[in-house]
């Protein structure tokens, strides 16, 4: 695992294995989506390495004991629509207690700044961590006006977790919101003339819904 002040790069095996397969052309649209719904586990175990816990007084089979559980309210899991929903039913496995906001934005092709169709959010964001879920940080754009709304709504402890990263997008994202880390399984080349990573694996959500 690398790690910088604000940025982690998961190097565990099975996610940078996951992550080849994934870049492939040649995989389907269910190999696809499956492997995301993978890698999100792995992605969210890291996300969450820090959580609070509190210790509880319980009875196991043979005796009394006191053992330790997660403190307070839980987690907001919000995906950034559309792609960002192939990482959520996998961090719904790990943490299906969670509750979970959602982001409506699309990438104005011609200005490629994010524009906001929708947004729902529980009332009690300051209360939880909230993890923002998005294949992709190319240009950042959609990651920090996704952030800038649910800071509005009330969050305080957010994470912003995606596949991939392009430099520009990280460098982008940590300037305009340097209190909440990055946790990525790749940090790729650059961004092309169209502002998509390279060498990347094409556009996630058309990947994952079949739409290309």
Known sequence: MAETPSV?????????????????????????????????????????????????????????????????KKL???????????LLDGMLDLVPSARVAHVGLYRDPETLSAVEYYFKAPDDMGERRVIVLDPMLATANSAIAAVDRLKEAGATDMRFVCLLAAPEGVSNFTGHHPDVPIVTAAIDEKLDDHGYIVPGLGDAGDRMFGTK
Not at 21 to 44: P, Q, V, W, Y
Not at 76 to 86: D, H, K, N, S
């Open 8 to 72: 982690t790069v998961i190097e565990h095996p099975l996610v940078r294995h996951k992550l080849t397969i994934m870049r492939d052309k040649n995989t389907s649209t269910a190999g696809f989506r499956r492997l995301l719904r993978e890698i999100a586990m792995l992605l969210c175990y890291e996300a969450t390495r820090d959580l609070e816990l509190e210790m509880v007084d319980i009875d196991t089979p043979l005796m009394p004991m006191q053992a330790p559980q997660l403190a307070g």
């Open 76 to 86: 907001v899991f919000a995906p950034i629509l559309r792609a960002g929903e192939g």
